[in-house]
């Protein structure tokens, strides 16, 4: 199974880039990267997913080195709304569903 | 779309009592998952169905709970009988095969007591 390892906690300010990073060393060759956000009292709400290299979206970015032992998920001028549990997770997109895991997740505190 | 609609947000009850929680995916979506989330073990994936056919119960706790999708758009997980470490909260999320990640429900709050 693809295990994750990102920072328990973070804190950042309003209008700040935050990055956080994940580590999946043992990540297959068939695994994408996927990331969520939770805020309380609602489920997990997909915010980007990748593969290799860079990818953007409207909300953030991903950046995905070239052996894919780690991803970086930039969430650029953030505000206090982005305070939230980010969860990253690797797994093939739907062969092995069962195999994709929620780690512990990132709280990430963004102050005024 | 409504996004993936789940029922009730809140269920109190009494061990040993029968618990059914409620499920419409997203129309289209041929994926339906259903997780507990509780601070001790986090998320924790249950069961997944694939075209209303359940394709892994490996995450199901044990024989007490139960989950069925008569058709494409409703499932259901019944726990009989519930028990106090039950308590949790439960999402269900649906997926079609594109990279749009899962989308979940707003989730049960269970509380047994």
């Known amino acids: 199974l693809a295990k994750t390892t990102q920072p328990i906690s973070m804190d950042s300010y309003e209008g700040q880039e935050v990055n956080i990073t994940c580590s999946h060393n043992n990540i297959a060759t068939n695994d994408y990267i996927t990331w969520y956000q939770q805020f309380p009292s609602q489920g997990p709400r997909f915010i980007i997913q990748?593969?290799?290299t860079k990818v953007t979206n409207e909300v953030a970015s991903l950046f995905i080195p070239a052996d894919r032992k780690s991803s970086t998920l930039s969430l650029p001028r953030v505000s206090l709304s982005d305070t939230a549990v980010y969860y990253c997770l690797v797994g093939g997109l739907y062969s092995s569903a069962s195999k994709i895991i929620f780690g512990s997740g990132t709280r990430l505190s963004i102050r005024p | 779309d409504a996004g993936v609609i789940q029922s009730p947000r809140h269920e109190v009850t009494e061990m040993g009592q029968e618990v059914t929680l409620r499920c419409k995916p997203i129309?289209?979506?041929?994926?339906l998952f259903w997780y507990r989330q509780t601070m001790m073990r986090g998320l924790e994936l249950l069961i997944y169905f694939n075209n209303n056919v359940p394709i892994d119960d490996s995450g199901m706790p044990e024989d007490r709970f139960s989950a069925k999708m008569p058709n494409a758009s409703f499932s259901t997980l019944k726990i009989q009988p519930s028990e106090p470490r039950d308590s949790a909260v439960y999402f269900c999320a649906s997926s079609n095969r594109t990279e749009d990640g899962y989308t979940f429900g707003s989730g049960t709050r269970l509380t047994v007591v």
């Open positions: 990748g593969y290799k």
């Open positions: 129309s289209g979506h041929d994926y």
